[in-house]
């Protein structure tokens, strides 16, 4: 008997978050190896880093055999939010295998301060990164596990290696986009704290979807 088209999309989901959560060696290669070294320096950092990271895959594997591990729900969420977003024709050269690398998040500078133009180039990102997270800026970590997550979609068409002089994994691609992404979110963060509205439509939209940040309550 066959099934339901909609039955079918969730079998198929179901399919590819297993499929994700076993690629990833449970939590840990999907976030430390490429984010560690994108910003803990120190050895301090990078060993309490590590434990944090420990701990919670620890955490995730008392889940039980057969559930998505912390956070990867809401990671594929966002990533077939992406997906969804994506130009017509982008979907269709990635899924021919086409695409030969480079820069999927587009910005001018990776170590400048990102400007409303940028933010309104890379729309198809931010979209879902705000409607996932409206009154913060998501994890690097959890940026890189979106990454990873839309490659997979993509059946590793996504993260390609532009030069194989540089030797780069896919870890260290998803982690570099996850840096430029995190910035754009803190970007549009800081334009609508000072105005609601923009002059470019999607500078406008995705201000929309923001909320402000969650206050510290302060026991005295």
């Not at 690398?101 to 500078?109: F, K, L, P, Q, R």
């Amino acid at each position: 008997m066959a099934m339901d088209p909609p039955a079918q999309v969730l079998v198929a989901q179901e399919a590819e978050n297993e499929l994700f959560v076993k690629s990833a060696k449970p939590w840990r290669s999907c976030r430390a190896k490429a984010f560690e070294r994108q910003f803990f320096g120190c050895f301090c950092c990078y060993f309490v880093a590590n434990l944090c990271l420990n701990l919670m895959a620890v955490l995730c594997s008392m889940q039980g055999a057969g559930r998505i591990p912390c956070g990867e729900l809401e990671v594929a969420q966002v990533a077939r939010g992406i997906v969804r977003e994506l130009p017509l024709t982008a979907v269709e050269l990635l899924e021919r295998g086409e695409w030969k690398g480079g820069n999927i998040i587009a910005v001018d500078s990776a170590l400048q301060r990102a400007n409303a133009a940028e933010c309104a180039t890379n729309f198809h990102y931010l979209k879902p990164v705000l409607e996932h997270s409206p009154d913060k800026v998501p994890s690097g970590y959890f940026l890189t596990d979106v990454f990873l997550y839309v490659d997979l979609i993509f059946k590793g068409n996504l993260l390609v290696n532009p030069s194989p002089d540089q030797q780069k994994d896919k870890m260290t691609i998803a982690a570099e986009e996850a840096v430029k992404l995190k910035r754009l979110v803190s970007t549009i963060r800081g334009l609508w704290r000072s105005s609601e509205t923009g002059n470019h439509p999607r500078v406008s939209e995705l201000k929309s979807m923001l909320r402000p940040s969650p206050r510290k309550v302060t026991v005295v």
